[in-house]
């Protein structure tokens, strides 16, 4: 059973960092393009950064030279280095392994900034 296994979530202060990771298993990882997604309270599940299999990497606007996607295939791990946080970036973030029609999600870990 294919599982990814969110961490790193947490309480921080307005402009503080913390550093998520999906850890994958039962998966040839290296060929799965990651993604990080978050949802706020009320809101819709959006993207938040992508790296794909071949090493690039995409971001949202609201977070491009703040959020940090990054993977160790060999640990069969990525990771999403938050830096510079704000209030609007609390949420869920979720983790999401997708390959041809192979599509799997973690469970969500909290993020929470505020003072």
């Known amino acids: 059973q294919v599982q990814l296994v969110e961490s790193g979530g947490g309480l921080v202060q307005p402009g503080g960092s913390l550093r998520l990771s999906c850890a994958a298993s039962?998966?040839?990882?290296?060929?799965?393009?990651m993604y990080w997604y978050r949802q706020a309270p009320g809101k819709q599940r959006e993207l938040v950064a992508y790296?794909?299999?071949?090493?690039?990497?995409f971001y949202v606007d609201s977070v491009k030279g703040r959020f940090t996607i990054s993977r160790d295939n060999a640990k069969n791990t990525v990771y999403l280095q938050m830096n510079s946080l704000k209030p609007e970036d609390t949420a869920v973030y979720y983790c999401?392994?997708?390959?041809?029609?192979?599509?799997?999600w973690g469970q969500g870990t909290q993020v929470t900034v505020s003072s």
């Open positions: 790296s794909t299999s071949g090493g690039s990497t």
């Open positions: 039962r998966i040839m990882f290296s060929i799965y393009a």
């Open positions: 999401n392994a997708h390959y041809s029609a192979n599509d799997y």
